[in-house]
């Protein structure tokens, strides 16, 4: 995982008053809403003798271990060592790592990296979705790296293969370009494909002009992405990484045509579904990719149709290298 970087982690929905335990970012993490609504987020394994502080309960604003009772705050501070008395004073070192958490656009974002200080970086998000659209989430886990998953949907060489029945069909395997633009952390690929007629060679990407009338698909760093579908309709997916081998993708569809209270949420579930249809199709064969994890150098042969996923993987290594 790319350090220096805020990661959505969870739907804000999905933290309650009761703590909740998760792994993200290699890192066993338990979550919990204090008495004011905030998110509080510490390291699940209590100091004292290991045991998971998720399985505990919430007092009043902290959280107690489930083993002996130890106390801990928002920062990761031990705060009563019940063994000791409530009258005794609870040395600095008794404590756990704490971590920055915000919430927003309907997630709540963990900052991955080092400490915090009032100049903290934006929370990155497709400024158009900040606001004026319906969505309707779906997620699940993947068993592969986050790189492999964000690379199935910056693969616009696929579709007429794995969605044949779907999204693919029009046979369009000829691929012109793709063309690639980066602004800051964001990359956007315009994709042209059509049928091969047996006699027109696939343009490179500096052989296409007006690119800018092409479809166009969007990466955000470190692990956002969305389908532009049009100016009323986007599909959104944030790539969690839990560990080196899982990943779990909350899949959205944000639509604008239809806001009205009843009709809006059903037919932004109901398309929300046709989604989730072809992110299986994705699954089935993104799962049997070896290895689990892409790096920029590897033993793959690419294709000149691959140059979102190089370029993707060039930003990942260059961010990489900042960190050493």
């Not at 989430?137 to 616009?156: C, F, G, K, M, P």
């Not at 692990?223 to 579908?229: A, F, M, T, Y």
Request: hydrophobic share 40%; with cysteine; charged share 25%.
């Amino acid at each position: 995982m790319i350090k220096n970087q805020w990661y959505a982690i969870l739907e804000s929905k999905e933290v309650k008053q009761k703590p909740l335990g998760v792994t993200r970012m290699n890192e066993k993490l338990v979550l919990w809403r204090d008495d004011a609504g905030q998110i509080q987020c510490i390291y699940d394994q209590c100091c004292h003798r290991g045991a998971s502080l998720s399985l505990g309960c919430r007092v009043d604003h902290q959280i107690e271990c489930p083993f002996h009772g130890f106390l801990y705050d928002g920062r990761g501070k031990v705060t009563l060592i019940p063994a000791n008395g409530k009258a005794a004073i609870v040395e600095k070192r008794y404590k756990v790592h704490s971590y920055w958490v915000e919430e927003a656009y309907g997630f709540i974002w963990l900052w991955y990296g080092d400490p915090l200080d009032e100049n903290k970086p934006m929370i990155p998000f497709f400024e158009e979705l900040k606001e004026g659209y319906l969505y309707q989430t779906r997620s699940e886990v993947w068993d592969v790296h986050y790189t492999r998953a964000i690379e199935n949907q910056l693969d616009v060489v696929h579709l007429p293969f794995v969605h044949k029945k779907t999204i693919g069909r029009g046979k369009k395997s000829l691929v012109h370009g793709p063309v690639v633009e980066w602004k800051d952390d964001l990359m956007t690929f315009y994709v042209h494909n059509v049928p091969d007629d047996g006699r027109t060679l696939a343009m490179k990407a500096g052989e296409i002009t007006e690119y800018e009338r092409f479809f166009h698909l969007q990466y955000l760093v470190p692990h956002l992405w969305q389908n532009c579908i049009s100016d009323k309709v986007r599909i959104f997916i944030a790539f969690v990484p839990i560990d080196d081998s899982h990943t779990k993708l909350y899949l959205r569809f944000y639509q604008n045509f239809m806001t009205l209270p009843l009709l809006g949420p059903i037919i932004t579930g109901l398309s929300n579904l046709f989604n989730l249809k072809i992110l299986h199709e994705d699954r089935r064969v993104v799962l049997t990719q070896i290895p689990k994890k892409t790096e920029l150098r590897m033993e793959e042969l690419l294709i000149p149709g691959d140059l979102p996923i190089v370029e993707f993987r060039k930003k990942r290594e260059k961010l990489k290298n900042q960190e050493e």
